[in-house]
C-alpha cells in the first residue's frame, strides 16, 4: 500500500482556539473559578514522556548519551511516577466503541536507561537470535531524548483511546529503573490478551533522513518466536496506522526506508518476534534530521501523532 503524503516541511502547530463559552462565564464567575474554565476551555498541556530499534541505517540503537539529556521540549515537564515494576494500567473503561476492547502501548527505551547500561547490554534471547535487553534511544541534536517523546506520546495516545472505551495499559511509565527489556515488553502485550500492541518510537538516521515508518513482523519460527498467527493481522493493523498518521500529522512517509509506502518488515526486533498479539512498531520521524526534529519536539504535532496512531488502532479494532 503506498501513501502520498504532503510537502516533506513539516505543518505549523495549530494555536488553540478558545471557546466561546469562555467569554461568556468571564463577567458570571469569580476570579478563581474563570482561571480554571480558561484552562479547561483551551486545553492544559500533555505529559512529559521514549527503540529507536530504527533500520540497519539508524544510529538509533546506540546510547544517545553518557549522561541525562537536557530537554528542548516546548513543555514542562510531568512529575515522575513512583517505581514500580507493575505495567501502568488504564482507568476503568468508560462506554464507547472500543469498550471490551484491550490496547497495550509500549513507549520505547525508558528515561532512565541510560543510567544502567550494564544491565540494558545483557542480552536476551529474542528467538531468532540474543539481542540487548533495550537501548537508550536517541535524541535530538538539542538533547530531547526518544524516551521522553515516546512516554509523551503514549500518554496522549491512552488518553485518546480510553476517551472510546478501551482498556489500556503501558509496559513502562517512567516507573521503572529501567527497560524493561524486549522479551518483557512482548511479554506483557502476551499476557494482557491486548487486540492491539503499537511499539512508540522516533529514528536515528542521518540527516536528510525523513518522514515516519510502520514496521510489521516477518513470519518467524525458530525458538521461542513464532510470529505466523499474527502476521497478517499486525499488517493490517500497521496499513491502518500508516494511513491515519498521514492524514493527521501532514507527515509523508519515509524516504529512506519501505519505498515510499511508510511499512517496513522485519524479522530482527524481539518485541515483534515474541509478540503473540498483533503487533507493530511506528517510527514517528527521524530526531537527527532538523525538519523531523521541529516536529517531534512539538507539543501540538504529538497531540497529531497520537491522534493518528489512535484513529488506526480504533479502524483495526471495528474492522
Known amino acids: 500500500m503506498s501513501y502520498v503524503g504532503p510537502d516533506f516541511d513539516p505543518p505549523q502547530p495549530r494555536r488553540p482556539r478558545r471557546r466561546p463559552l469562555t467569554v461568556a462565564v468571564a463577567a458570571l464567575v469569580p476570579g478563581a473559578l474563570l482561571g480554571w474554565l480558561v484552562y479547561e476551555a483551551v486545553g492544559g498541556s500533555g505529559g512529559d514522556t521514549s527503540a529507536a ?25 510531568s512529575p515522575r511516577p513512583s517505581p514500580s515494576k507493575t505495567p501502568s494500567a488504564s482507568a476503568p473503561a468508560a462506554s464507547g466503541p472500543l469498550k471490551g476492547k484491550v490496547v497495550v502501548i509500549d513507549p520505547g527505551h525508558n528515561p532512565s536507561n541510560f543510567q544502567h547500561t550494564a544491565e540494558i547490554n545483557k542480552k536476551v534471547d529474542i528467538g531468532t537470535n540474543w539481542k540487548e535487553c533495550d537501548t537508550t534511544g536517541t535524541s535530538t541534536n538539542s538533547g530531547y531524548t526518544e524516551a521522553k517523546f515516546t512516554l509523551d506520546v503514549a500518554h496522549r495516545l491512552r488518553t485518546l483511546l480510553e476517551q472510546q472505551g478501551a482498556t489500556v495499559k503501558l509496559t513502562q511509565d517512567g516507573d521503572r529503573a529501567f527497560g524493561p527489556c524486549v522479551d518483557e515488553r512482548a511479554r506483557i502485550g502476551n499476557k494482557a490478551h491486548a487486540d492491539a500492541v503499537v511499539s512508540i518510537h522516533a529514528d536515528g538516521a542521518g540527516a536528510g533522513q525523513r518522514g515516519f515508518h510502520v514496521i510489521l513482523p516477518g513470519s518467524v519460527h525458530a525458538g521461542a518466536a513464532d510470529t505466523r498467527p499474527i502476521v497478517a493481522a499486525s499488517a493490517d493493523l500497521g496499513e491502518r496506522i500508516a494511513g491515519k498518521f498521514v492524514r493527521a500529522t501532514g507527515s509523508a512517509p519515509s524516504n529512506y526506508v519501505g519505498d515510499g509506502t511508510g511499512l517496513v518488515t522485519r524479522k530482527d526486533l524481539g518485541g515483534l518476534n515474541l509478540s503473540t498479539v498483533p503487533k507493530v512498531f511506528i517510527e514517528c520521524g527521524n530526531m537527527r534530521d532538523t525538519k523531523d526534529a521541529a516536529s517531534l519536539t512539538s507539543g501540538a504535532w504529538r497531540q497529531k501523532a497520537a491522534q493518528g496512531i489512535s484513529e488506526g488502532i480504533v479502524s483495526f479494532l471495528r474492522g
Open 53 to 77: 530499534v530504527g533500520t540497519p541505517t539508524s544510529s538509533s540503537s546506540a546510547p544517545a548519551s553518557a549522561s541525562a539529556p537536557k530537554s528542548t521540549d516546548d513543555e514542562k515537564p
